[in-house]
T-cell receptor, first 114, second 117 residues
């Protein structure tokens, strides 16, 4: 059973398009995250939700909008895609945002904008 | 603000030899520290974490790390490296909860470990 799953695994699209990435966790965790890993493998947090409430909102263009329909799902919608958005996007979850539990990562979505 | 430095982009070691991957952190107060590993085309998985207590932390696959508060280091070690240990390793520090900051992890830039026969 996959603990944190993401779809799609690969996404190739043109500049200006709008796309979504979906994430689901079956661990019963309260907190979910979105990270961006660039071509140099640098990993940076974008957003965090705790029980559907936005907790962390880093300096990210407002073309990126997370949505959490329930605590098991956190989707990422990106409007007007740009070349610089090309990266691997990871979803993660942890048990409770208040405590230093480890985060469990999904397999990643490789986004390529042409 | 907190930060993590991994001074080596790549570490090469022969199989059977001990390995060390370095990490230096900066954080207000007491840190929570983690080591994650990323295999090619995979997500990250936690190897070990330091929250409190014993400075020597043992983790998965024979890895361990030592928390050194005075030197602000959390180096990852293994007594005998395997070829299968070859991967990208990330050190991470957790920010203190202040207001709405929450459980934010700051990752280092990663160290590529290459273990050769």
């Amino acid at each position: 059973d996959t603990a944190v799953s993401q779809t799609p695994k690969y996404l190739v699209t043109q500049m200006g398009n709008d796309k979504s990435i979906k994430c689901e966790q079956n661990l019963g965790h309260d907190t979910m995250y979105w990270y961006k890993q660039d071509s140099k493998k640098f990993l940076k947090i974008m957003f965090s939700y705790n029980n559907k409430e936005l907790i962390i909102n880093e300096t990210v263009p407002n073309r990126f909008s997370p949505k959490s329909p329930d605590k098991a799902h956190l989707n990422l919608h990106i409007n007007s895609l740009e070349l610089g958005d090309s990266a691997v996007y990871f979803c993660a979850s942890s048990q409770d945002i208040r405590l230093p539990y480890e985060q469990y990562f999904g397999p990643g979505t490789r986004l390529t904008v042409t | 603000a907190q930060s993590v430095a991994q001074p080596e982009d790549q570490v090469n070691v022969a199989e059977g030899n001990p390995l060390t991957v370095k990490c230096t952190y900066s954080v207000s107060g007491n840190p929570y520290l983690f080591w994650y590993v990323q295999y090619p085309n995979r997500g990250l998985q936690v190897l070990l974490k330091y929250i409190t207590g014993d400075n020597l932390v043992k983790g998965s696959y024979g890895f361990e790390a030592e928390f050194n508060k005075s030197q602000t280091t959390f180096h990852l070690k293994k007594p005998s490296a395997l070829v299968s240990d070859s991967a990208l390793y990330f050190c991470a520090v957790r920010d203190k909860i202040m207001g709405g900051g929450g459980n934010k992890l700051t990752f280092g830039t990663g160290t590529q470990l290459k273990v050769e026969l």
